[in-house]
């Protein structure tokens, strides 16, 4: 509509709306082999960064198409930009995703945003520095008889002695996924040196999670855009931009996705933790 032309009644101005869809990544290597009685972590160099499965591939190009039929639905803008932590798991799957979205004009590329990392608690510390794990979260050492086994700090793997800035900057130098928007430079840097005995708290993972959509969301008035981030920090926003307790939201399934709308007084959320599963139920709000 031209600056004059009057207004058509019940016509939606998409363009005016900002919305954002938040997503957790698909499924990852290391739960798969775990699950399957395997372990994925003595045979890579990079343990905290476990790759997408062929199955995780698939769910982030039915991601990116059920997106696109539920923002058609809504008379919402297609997606204009698309972000993800740079870990290579949300990576594959923002990249899998875009290729499911409605054609674009023009291709986008995914860009990475340090602010929606992984959770840099404890809990994924343990999940690939202590010796004997096998990826799982908060990773707990075992005696012979189930209790649980004492281990030498010193003997936990190197990187996570040193802070995260390292993992971080190796990533933005990663050039094992295509379709990355290579000169793009992250919105939200994390600071603080997060390494094994400093670890983030859940506010301040919220809190960051809130800021880097919230400087997104500014930069993309008026349109939608994606960002592809973890479980952890996916959940853990929502509890900040609602105040509901994580349970309300509930347990992030592989490429799950809720769908927000920015308000003058804060965030609304129109879909919650959609599970892009045939058999997941809908949280219609």
Known sequence: MTAGEPKIEGETQTRERTTVIVARHGER???????????????????????????GHKQGKFLGELVSKV???????????????PFTRCRQTAVAAV?????????????REHGLAESLNESWYRSWCI????????????????????????????????????????????????GMDSDYSSEHKIEHKYMWGVFESR????????????????????????????????????????GNHWSVHG??????????????DGWVPLLVNQNTSSSGKIKYV
Request: glycine share 8%; aromatic share 8%; proline share 7%.
């Open 131 to 178: 010796p004997g794990t096998n990826g799982t979260w908060g990773f707990r050492p075992k005696n012979a008889d189930g209790s649980t086994a004492d281990f030498d700090v010193a003997s936990i793997h190197p990187r996570a002695k040193s802070p995260v800035q390292s993992i971080l900057q190796e990533f933005d130098n990663d050039q094992s996924v295509s």
């Open 203 to 242: 506010q301040d993972q919220r809190t960051r999670m809130r800021d880097v959509m919230e400087r997104l969301a500014k930069k993309h008035a008026g349109e939608t855009i994606m960002l592809l981030s973890h479980g952890g920090p996916v959940t853990h926003l929502y509890e900040e931009l609602t």
């Open 71 to 85: 923002l058609h639905e809504r008379g919402l803008a297609e997606v204009s930009a698309v972000y993800s932590s």
């Open 29 to 55: 290597l290391d739960y798969s082999m775990r699950e399957a009685g395997g372990n994925w972590i003595p045979t890579t160099t990079t343990p905290w960064d476990p790759p997408l499965t062929e199955q």
């Open 251 to 264: 347990e992030s399934s592989y490429a799950c996705y809720s769908l927000y709308e920015q308000k003058e």
């Open 99 to 111: 290729n499911g979205l409605s054609a674009p004009k023009s291709p986008l590329a995914v860009r």
